[in-house]
Each structure stands twice: as structure tokens, then as C-alpha cells.
T-cell receptor, first 115, second 114 residues
Framework: GAGVSQSPRYKVAKRGQDVALRCDPI?????LFWYQQALGQGPEFLTY????????KSGLPSDRFFAERPEGSVSTLKIQRTQQEDSAVYLC?????????????FGPGTRLTVT | SQQGEEDPQALSIQEGENATMNCSYK?????LQWYRQNSGRGLVHLIL?????REKHSGRLRVTLDTSKKSSSLLITASRAADTASYFC??????????????FGAGTRLAVHP
């Protein structure tokens, strides 16, 4: 079946612009994660959803970052008033069930460049 | 902040050689996973080893885990040019909400030359 998809794949924003990044997880997957990956680094956790509930947003770097998953499927990560330090690849991942140790299924990511 | 540190940061080998990457982490874990990331693509899961396991195999991959030393290694045998990628270890912390949050290291960049 289809994997995790993300759009757009590339986004260039001028500093101060708002951006919205979309994630379509694998159908039926309960858990959804967002990660931020800076150049040359490993991904860093941003936020976690269990169905439509955002249970953990401890990794969001500032109040300019906002994520939602209103119907428990598609998720959107919004960044307001983008700054140059927001330039990174934003990865979305999903897992079918709760609790047990599962591999995370990652999308291809959205590369955000803030100029 | 990142939990794990991979060693080496970069590795360059010839096809057919073995590649060994090491990962160290800081806190107690439930599981440790290895992922591969090709240039411009997302992360692909390779293998998961539980904290009560010491070794696991999957095809040409062999993973070891030493919880007393808080370290893991990934061995790729008989490497191929297609193995060229970045490799990340990730540990997970179990939270009361019943989910496991992955914490990644900085990765090892492997180049396999034909």
C-alpha cells in the first residue's frame, strides 16, 4: 500500500512568511510524529499525535510552531513568521498501534529553506 | 538534544568489505533501532533490537547491543554501492501515554565505492 506522503517536497519561504507542511500517514495508523532534521544531523522530535490528540509537543522549538491533526489522519505543521534557523527537513512518521515497540514509517520529508 | 552518538562520523570502504558503525547512548532504553537515509530521501527502518536482546541478524545486517556499556553496533557484511547512505541509531523512551519517542544520533555517513 501507499506509504507516508508529505507535501510540498520543497518549500522556499522569505523570512517572516508563514508556511504549512502537510503529512498524509499510512491509512489507519494511530500514531503520528513530526521531526526536524538540520543539515548533517539526525532528526529531532517535535511533536506526537495519538489519533487527533496532540499528546506531546515538548519538541516544538517556539510558539511559532503549531501542529494539528483534526480528524486523526492528515496532519499539518505550521510555522509562523519563519526565521532562517527554521531551515531544515521536516519529517513525518506514523505507527499503526500504540505502546509496543514498532518501527516508524517515515515520509520523504519537506525541505524548508528560509531566505 | 540528541541521545546517541555514532562513530565514526564518516566511513569510506570498497565494495565487498564489511562496514561497522557504533552508537552510544546516555539513558536507559526499551529498544534501539537502526535507520538508513539515502540522499534526498526519508528514513527507512533496518532493524530493531530490544533491551533484553544482545544480538540480532537481518540479511547482511548484524546488530549488537550492550546495555551495560550503553552501546550498539551495526555491521553490514559484503557491502554494495547501494549501501551508500547515512545510518542512524535511535533509542526510544516509553512515555506513560503508551508511545515511544525516538531519539536519534547524528549518524554515520557510509560511502561504498565500486
Amino acid at each position: 500500500g501507499a506509504g507516508v506522503s508529505q507535501s510540498p517536497r520543497y518549500k522556499v519561504a522569505k523570512r517572516g512568511q508563514d508556511v504549512a507542511l502537510r503529512c498524509d500517514p499510512i491509512s489507519g495508523h494511530v500514531s503520528l510524529f513530526w521531526y526536524q532534521q538540520a543539515l548533517g544531523q539526525g532528526p529531532e522530535f517535535l511533536t506526537y499525535f495519538q489519533n487527533e490528540a496532540q499528546l506531546d509537543k515538548s519538541g516544538l522549538p517556539s510558539d511559532r510552531f503549531f501542529a494539528e491533526r483534526p480528524e486523526g489522519s492528515v496532519s499539518t505543521l505550521k510555522i509562523q513568521r519563519t526565521q532562517q534557523e527554521d531551515s531544515a527537513v521536516y519529517l513525518c512518521a506514523s505507527i499503526p498501534q500504540l505502546g509496543l515497540a514498532y518501527e516508524q514509517y517515515f515520509g520523504p520529508g519537506t525541505r524548508l529553506t528560509v531566505t | 538534544s540528541q541521545q546517541g552518538e555514532e562513530d565514526p562520523q564518516a566511513l569510506s570502504i570498497q565494495e565487498g568489505e564489511n562496514a561497522t558503525m557504533n552508537c552510544s547512548y546516555k539513558t536507559s532504553i526499551n529498544n534501539l533501532q537502526w535507520y538508513r537515509q539515502n540522499s534526498g530521501r526519508g528514513l527507512v527502518h533496518l532493524i530493531l533490537i530490544r533491551s533484553n536482546e544482545r544480538e540480532k541478524h537481518s540479511g547482511r545486517l548484524r546488530v549488537t547491543l550492550d546495555t551495560s556499556k550503553k552501546s550498539s553496533s551495526l555491521l553490514i557484511t559484503a557491502s554494495r554501492a547501494a549501501d551508500t547512505a547515512s545510518y542512524f541509531c535511535a533509542t526510544d523512551e516509553r512515555f506513560s501515554g503508551g508511545y515511544n519517542k525516538l531519539i536519534f544520533g547524528a549518524g554515520t555517513r557510509l560511502a561504498v565505492h565500486p
